[in-house]
């Protein structure tokens, strides 16, 4: 379809339903291309309820969708802190320019699991995300224009993307039942 690399990885990570990540990789590998990505993440984020039950109904039986998944062990509160520290400076070791990113799941895991910074918590996982989550909404559709907007380029984007989304649920529902038989 004429994309590059970089433009394809961007729109590739739709399907992660993640819409300041897709912002974030679309600065880095296709500046010229976050307000198309930013619109076909969000919109995705918003139709998944729509989007993803008739795929799991397609492709499950009703006995599997009556599945309830037990704990298989409790996990250490000292499991729950050093392993996002560790995660992190793994990923971070080998891919640098991810440390804004990584920091800010990283951030918010240690808010939750020390359960010292309850209200700092609760706060980034509700209220600050809410406000940034309209900020970057504002923003990008302030950016967006029809002329940017309106082209067969940022049409294919959305097709792409509801691909990727599509063939990424299809694909995790196919391998959590060929893991669990």
Do not use: W
């Amino acid at each position: 379809m004429g994309f590059t690399l970089e433009e394809t990885a961007t729109i590739g990570i739709i399907d992660g339903v993640d819409g300041p990540t897709t912002i974030f990789l679309a600065a880095k590998l296709a500046p010229h291309l976050p307000e198309a990505v930013a619109v076909a993440a969000y919109s995705y984020m918003a139709l998944a309820p729509i989007i993803q039950p008739p795929i799991m109904r397609l492709i499950t039986t009703e006995n599997e969708r009556k599945f309830k998944m037990k704990k298989s062990r409790k996990v250490s509160t000292r499991e729950k802190l050093f392993f996002p520290i560790i995660a992190a400076i793994i990923i971070i070791l080998l891919v640098p320019a991810s440390v804004p990113l990584i920091s800010m799941f990283i951030l918010g895991n240690l808010f939750r699991e020390s359960k010292v910074v309850d209200r700092l918590s609760d706060t980034a996982q509700n209220f600050l995300m809410n406000i940034i989550t309209i900020f970057l909404g504002v923003s990008v559709g302030a950016s967006m224009n029809a002329t940017n907007f309106l082209r067969k380029e940022v049409i294919f984007i959305f097709i792409l993307g509801l691909t990727a989304f599509t063939v990424n649920t299809t694909s995790d529902i196919l391998l959590t039942k060929k893991i669990t038989c």
